[in-house]
């Protein structure tokens, strides 16, 4: 049996982690390993887990310590981790914010059921993946 693709969420959302976690049961090889309320909660978890999650998917907008700043802070700690970005903002400033601090990927949140699996293998293959709905500009 091949390892799963391990998974950490980071979402103040609690009905949208859930969200996530059902529709990762129809992603073949995908496991949740842990989730977050926030990008503390994500970086404690992370120090916490004994088996080192592949990809880190997270909210921009979120209590404490936000999107941007917990995926150069994740990037910083564990550079092999993959930062795939989860949001309602599709303005450019956000996605160039998050491009800087290292996200792999960037999906808006109305995209999820369309664009959220082929994101994760893009990522998961060693690609970078910005949604065909955000600005040519701001995609890689």
Known sequence: ??????IVLADNDVLFRLLLRRLFVYGP???VAGEAG??????ALLGDLR????????DLTMPRLGGIQTTSQVKAAYPELKVLIVSFHREPEYVREARLAGADGYVLKEDVDIELFSAIETIRLGGVYFSEH??????L
Request: glycine share 6%.
């Open 1 to 6: 049996m091949v390892n799963p693709y391990r």
């Open 29 to 31: 090889g995908l496991e």
């Open 38 to 43: 926030d990008g503390l909660e994500l970086l």
């Open 51 to 58: 088996t080192a999650p592949q990809l880190a998917v997270l």
């Open 134 to 139: 955000l600005s040519a500009d701001d995609r």
